[in-house]
């Protein structure tokens, strides 16, 4: 197990969760607009599951989503980070990253930064041969964070969610992919 406690950006610190994390994690996924592209907002206590699941996930791997925080700013904004999914989809089984931030962190390029961090991390010290993304279609914003992040799109690769119930609108999903080897030619 690689054991990360905390990766750090010009601007932002990714680390461990702390308890005060669990009441801005809650309103941030309260929020209509931060989850317009999820299925349901969720209550206190479905978020507070999620942070908890996220908790032990990182304890068990050593990395995760990390929580998102401003150097000398807002102490949390979100998660940014790498995860295994713990549902099967088709290119499983994989590492994705992810992020998932708060309005007032919108626009400033945090996720992008982050993100970027998270990559570095992901295949120099995790020594992964490929990181993934996806999203539901309409999904504009992360859609553009994956473009920035150098992540490829293959219409073939796109999939139907599996914990999104059939017929659902947001259950169709695009799926974005970065090899090492090209990471590291951008990167340079």
Do not use: Q
Not at 99 to 125: I, M, N, P
Not at 148 to 167: K, N, Q, T, V, Y
């Amino acid at each position: 197990m690689t054991d990360i406690n905390s990766i750090e950006t010009e601007r932002l610190i990714l680390r461990a969760w702390r308890d005060s994390d669990y009441a801005p994690f809650a309103a941030l996924n309260a929020d209509p607009e931060v989850m317009r592209h999820f299925p349901w907002l969720l209550t206190r206590a479905e978020s507070d599951e999620v942070a908890d699941r996220i908790v032990s996930r990182m304890a068990e791997h050593g990395w995760g989503w990390y929580a998102a925080e401003v150097k000398g700013g807002e102490p949390f904004i979100g998660f940014v980070g790498l995860n295994v999914p713990s549902y099967e989809i088709p290119c499983g089984p994989c590492v994705e990253i992810g992020w998932r931030l708060a309005r007032s962190a919108w626009g400033k390029g945090y996720a992008t930064e982050a993100a970027r961090a998270a990559l570095a991390f992901g295949f120099e010290t995790l020594n992964l041969t490929e990181i993934v993304s996806f999203t539901v279609v309409a999904n504009a914003r992360s859609r553009a964070v994956m473009e920035r992040l150098g992540m490829i799109h293959d219409p073939a690769d796109d999939f139907d969610h599996p914990s999104i119930e059939e017929g659902h609108p947001m259950r169709r999903h695009v799926l974005y992919r970065l090899a090492a080897s090209d990471w590291r030619a951008v990167a340079r």
